[in-house]
């Protein structure tokens, strides 16, 4: 008996795909072969075992983009947007996909394209794919997986399926019949989602499915198609070519939630746990920056991409006892300033289960009053208290600073440096002559990420002492981040409120924390940089 799925599901989470439907039919049969594809021919490569079932959501998508078909009998539905939370399970979904359009799909001579922002990201879809080929005897002698390049072929079809990334927007020759576009926020441009695009013209019924969690950059290409589903789910544009499913945290709701967890996360108990979901939530509550990530990547919410980083009930709860630290070995972050405004040194020090920071800030003496009025800050009050530090005149004197650290470096064993380059090529060459190892730091994603990652964590842990440091306890206050499309995070100078130098100085710090000391990189005729050179 053959298999048939009688109706049309009449909701995806919001879009009924019955609208706009004149002229088009349901084909039940092709419905129901889609959707038992799935379990008949895949089967689960990571965290489960056995048939690859798909979960009602899922089973509703499939079929909904199957079934349909336009009069002449070619699929309805060109283009499909899928936009989940993470571990919901849309990228083994997707990979199923894929298999099913290179070997079961109707277009001859199939091209299947899995894209994405980088090598890695293009190889998350591709990957599981490539597993559930070897898995599958049945796939396995129709299939060839060719994993240093990144290819299953389908000799019999003339058919391949391949993983590229965003820089093979470059190249030109692709005839694709099903593209499957993972994570779409993470594309630095529009050039490869237009070049696949427009690449499937010669097809009968190509297929674009784009997948994704919600991103932060409101000009990306991502949410320009987010945009358009959005109209398309809710009847503002009709596209009955368009196939839209949402989940996302609705306007105004509480991301505290549970029940809204639920109602975002399909998978939720299955492939995503609700003991996971209320430990990252309990993160959040505690990291004002983790909260954007969690409504990001759990609720699917589009957040900003500079947000309030440390929570002050986070920083209080660190350490705050006086140390006696005098001959023990540390590292340093240098932040100079312009000549009229703070400049910080932060020496961090491993000592038992936690990281002491021991500061210096310096501000020039003849502005201060002024400053103090402006900004409505105790800098008069902290000079007088010793936690700030008056260089002599109307601008910083870098010759001062340069003694202060000659001073702390006979004090304490100072193993490197860390300086933020700009500003301070003079200061650092002095440094070095003096016979400090210094280190150029970068202060992009790729040097301060990591550092200002681990700095976060030691902070929630309690694992930071910052001795009670009113100064610090400002800037910390005053720290917004900039986050990227891949999570990765750092302090902007540019997007923060206040005065952040000493915890930018900070994360330098902690940074070069624990690296042997060298040969002072500003000794090299190509000063390397700490990650790279931003």
């Known amino acids: 008996m053959v298999k048939r799925i009688a109706r049309p599901p009449r909701s995806l989470n919001g879009y009924d795909p019955n609208r706009d439907a004149d002229g088009l039919r349901w084909d039940g049969v092709a419905a129901a072969n889609a959707v038992e594809f799935f379990p008949t021919c895949l089967c689960h490569v990571k965290g489960f075992t056995g048939p690859l079932r798909l979960a009602k959501w899922q089973r509703d998508f499939v079929a909904t983009l199957y079934g349909w078909k336009r009069a002449d009998g070619t699929r309805r539905y060109r283009e499909a947007f899928l936009a989940v939370p993470r571990k919901n399970g849309k990228t083994t979904m997707c990979a199923g996909i894929a298999l099913h359009e290179l070997a079961c799909g109707q277009e001859p001579g199939p091209e299947v394209y899995s894209a994405a922002g980088s090598r890695d990201q293009a190889t998350l879809t591709f990957d599981p794919a490539a597993e559930m080929v070897r898995k599958q005897p049945m796939l396995a002698k129709r299939l060839k997986v060719i994993s240093s390049t990144k290819r299953i072929l389908y000799a019999d079809k003339h058919g391949l399926y391949r993983a590229i990334p965003a820089e093979a927007a470059t190249s030109h020759g692709f005839n694709p019949s099903c593209v499957v576009f993972d994570e779409l926020h993470t594309q630095p441009n529009r ?114 991409a500079s947000v309030r980083w440390i929570g002050t009930d986070a920083w209080s709860r660190c350490n705050n006892r006086t140390v006696d630290l005098q001959g023990f070995e540390c590292s340093g972050g240098l932040d100079l300033s312009t000549v009229t405004d703070l400049s910080a040194l932060v020496l961090a020090f491993r000592r038992d289960d936690e990281i002491v920071l021991e500061c210096r800030f310096w501000c020039p003496e003849e502005g201060i009053r002024k400053r103090s009025h402006r900004d409505r800050v105790p800098y008069q009050q902290w000079v007088k208290d010793g936690w700030l530090i008056a260089t002599p005149g109307e601008s910083i004197d870098y010759g001062f600073i340069r003694q202060e650290i000659i001073d702390l470096s006979r004090k304490y064993q100072i193993r490197k440096l860390a300086i933020d380059r700009w500003n301070a090529t003079q200061l650092a060459t002095e440094l070095i002559d003096d016979g400090l190892d210094v280190v150029a730091f970068g202060q992009g994603y790729a040097s301060m990420s990591s550092p200002a990652k681990s700095f976060e964590a030691s902070i929630i842990n309690g694992e930071i002492n910052h001795q009670g440091n009113p100064i610090l306890r400002w800037m910390a206050s005053n720290v917004v981040v900039e986050q990227d499309a891949a999570g990765n995070i750092k302090p902007s100078k540019s997007k923060s409120t206040e005065r952040i130098d000493g915890i930018v100085a900070a994360v330098m710090a902690i940074g070069v924390l624990g690296q042997d000391a060298g040969a002072s990189v500003y000794a090299t005729e190509k000063p390397f940089y700490v990650g790279s050179e931003e």
């Not at 297929?207 to 991103?215: D, E, K, M, N, Q």
């Not at 358009?228 to 009955?240: E, F, H, L, Q, T």
Request: proline share 4%; glycine share 6%.
């Open 191 to 304: 050039d490869l989602y237009d070049v696949l695009k427009t690449g499937q013209g010669a097809r009968s019924q190509p297929l674009f499915v784009s997948i994704t969690t919600a991103g932060h950059d409101r000009h990306s290409i991502c949410w320009e198609v987010w945009d358009y589903a959005r109209k398309v789910r809710d009847g503002i544009i009709s596209d009955p070519h368009f196939l839209p499913m949402i989940y996302e945290l609705p306007e105004g709701a509480d991301w505290q939630d549970e029940v809204v967890w639920h109602a975002v996360n399909p998978n939720l108990g299955e492939s995503v746990s609700l003991d996971f979901l209320r430990e990252e939530c309990c993160r959040a509550k505690e990291t004002a920056a983790y909260e954007n990530t969690f409504r990001n990547l759990y609720l699917n919410q589009w957040t900003e």
